[in-house]
């Protein structure tokens, strides 16, 4: 028995986990080991119930538990709150860093049905099929800040260590291992010390997976060649701010925000969770796309629990169901039927025969 906590979290969270729920349980069914579910409180819902984002019930319970299937936190409830207690701030951050999740992957692909709904031309995207790997705990983002007077200023540190780069720089040449093989690292190394470290590193990481072709590539001609030639990558890596900026990019690869899963890893321990928020906007209206959380259910089946095989299932159930011409709200051209968010939960059931 494997441990699984299941953390809804706010607005459509409440709708889309469970769906995501319903097809986990379906396709692990006949799995000799099986999972255990066990739903908590966080974010904004926990502010209510229990005056904090993250309880300490929540955090020890995910402390012990395998993978954690999250919804979304925030939302206009909250935030009136001081910064530092909304369910963002004082939930999802504190969670990550909790568990040392420092590795965050984003798998981006075009799914046939769909090419239409993406902003690039369909010729560009078409082959699209690639995996961003982000560093999380790392960068500027964690290193020393602050202000000075005389004259004003501001400053943040971009520190990152040997262990730090070499631990996720390892992590991208294993994923490209079990893909095309083909490892893109980006950086900013023509300018930044840490990206010479960055590449230092990955080069001497290089000597393991020979098997690998690695490439560099500055982090201003990335998100130029994210655009312009986005089926050239298979696997790119690079570190937290870089990340952000390049992991929101590529995600307009793929049209909708609905369909983005991501986890969050530390070695098999992982988070996973749509890319989108709690989109209060369609919050307890049945009408959000439950499909990223779906796919980050089958990541989680093949990132914590090596279960490729059911992993594949769900990603191809869901392919079946765009095929067949059917959308939620978010994805829907006008004129077409529109399904809510059950019934969509409904039709990945029915693909997987279930
Ligand atoms: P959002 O992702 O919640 O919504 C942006 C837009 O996309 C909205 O129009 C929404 O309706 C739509 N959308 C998002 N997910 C959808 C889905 N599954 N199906 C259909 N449409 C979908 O971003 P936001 O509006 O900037 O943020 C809303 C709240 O969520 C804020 O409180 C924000 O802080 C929080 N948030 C949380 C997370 C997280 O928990 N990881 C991430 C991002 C934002």
């Given at each position: 028995m494997a441990k699984v906590v299941v953390l809804p979290g706010d607005g459509i969270g409440q709708e889309i986990v469970p769906q995501a729920l319903r097809v986990l349980q379906a396709v692990m069914a006949d799995n000799p080991v099986k999972l255990e579910y066990e739903e908590h409180l966080v974010g904004g819902a926990a502010i209510d119930a229990l005056?904090?984002?993250?309880p300490q019930e929540t955090l020890k319970a995910c402390q012990k538990a395998e993978a954690i299937l999250l919804g979304a936190m925030g939302g206009?409830?909250?935030?009136?709150?001081p910064a530092a207690e909304r369910p963002e701030m004082a939930g999802l951050l504190p969670l990550r860093k909790a568990l040392g999740l420092y590795a965050n992957i984003r798998p981006i692909r075009v799914f046939p049905a769909l090419i239409?709904?993406?902003?690039?031309k369909p010729e560009v995207i078409r082959n699209v099929d690639m995996v961003v790997i982000r560093e999380l705990t790392g960068g500027l983002y964690f290193g020393d800040k602050g202000r000075k007077d005389n004259p004003p200023s501001a400053f943040d540190t971009l520190i990152y260590s040997d262990e730090e780069i070499r631990r996720i720089v390892r992590l991208g040449f294993q994923t490209a291992q079990q893909r095309q093989k083909k490892l893109c690292s980006v950086d900013k190394a023509n300018v930044l010390e840490s990206s010479r470290l960055w590449r230092e590193v990955t080069l001497d990481v290089a000597k393991e997976f020979p098997d690998v072709e690695l490439t560099h590539m500055y982090v201003d001609n990335a998100a130029m060649q994210l655009v312009?030639?986005?089926?050239?990558?298979d696997v790119i890596v690079t570190e937290n701010m870089f990340g952000d900026i390049l992991t929101d990019l590529a995600s307009m690869?793929?049209?909708?925000?609905?369909?983005l899963a991501s986890a969050s890893l530390n070695g098999l321990k992982g988070l996973y969770e749509p890319?989108?928020?709690?989109a209060p906007d369609i919050a307890?209206?049945?009408?959000?796309?439950?499909l990223a959380t779906i796919l980050s259910a089958a990541l989680m089946l093949r990132s914590t629990f090596g279960l490729e095989e059911k992993a594949q299932l769900i990603e191809r159930a869901v392919e079946q169901v765009l095929d067949k011409g059917l959308r939620t709200a978010d994805l829907a051209k006008a004129g077409e039927r529109i399904l809510s968010t059950s019934e969509m939960g409904d039709a990945v059931l029915e693909a997987l025969g279930k």
């Open positions: 005056g904090y984002a993250l206009p409830e909250w935030d009136n709150l239409s709904a993406s902003t690039l312009r030639y986005p089926e050239q990558f690869l793929g049209g909708s925000i609905g369909m890319a989108h928020g709690s307890g209206k049945n009408l959000a796309n439950p």
